[in-house]
């Protein structure tokens, strides 16, 4: 498979494929400083190696949620489609992932730690419908956020260290 389907498996259709190149490097955070074969190639292989969707999921789950209860992180999984449904966000798995300010996990690295078995496990759950979470589009851990606008948000429940909203 080329770079360029690759790309366009993860939803970048800009005209060339260095535009597409640079885009998937500011979504998630890859140094442009850093030659291109030494960790671009590699992350866009990752993403893009059998099921693009589960491994996308896998990995927002394992890096938002280790040492949290299996059922935590399948509600993280959940909200991250949630989120893909609802017309307030993107329409794409990518962009709903990469969107500013969205997972702090993409902007400080920790989204490319690879993902266990479990995360795989509540990737495949969430992306079939489990949602313990009731339709909840947003989730934090209430002893590490700094951000007040959680404080508007109408909480449904809490597992774990996280709480859902």
């Known amino acids: 498979m080329s770079l360029n ?3 366009l498996l993860l939803g970048y259709k800009k005209k060339s ?4 190149l640079i885009a998937f ?5 890859i140094s442009a400083e850093i030659k291109l074969h030494r960790l671009t190639i590699p992350r866009l292989k990752e993403l893009t190696s059998g099921n693009t969707s589960l491994n996308l999921l896998a990995r927002t789950i394992y ?3 280790r040492g949290e209860p299996y059922r ?3 509600a993280v999984g959940a ?5 893909l449904k609802s017309p307030q966000f993107p329409k794409t798995l990518v962009k709903v992932i990469t969107e500013p300010l969205a997972f702090t996990v993409v902007s400080n690295g920790q989204f490319w730690l690879k993902p266990n078995r479990r995360a795989y496990r509540a990737a495949r759950e969430a992306l079939k419908g489990n949602d313990p979470t009731a339709g909840s589009l947003y989730f934090f851990n209430p002893d590490k956020s ?3 606008w959680v404080k508007r948000l109408r909480l449904k429940l809490r597992i774990g260290r996280h709480v859902f909203a």
């Open 146 to 148: 700094t951000s007040t």
């Open 5 to 7: 389907e690759r790309l």
């Open 25 to 29: 490097q500011n979504d998630f955070k």
């Open 72 to 74: 935590g992180m399948v």
């Open 79 to 83: 909200v991250v489609l949630n989120r």
């Open 17 to 20: 494929l260095h535009a597409n």
């Open 63 to 65: 890096s938002e949620t």
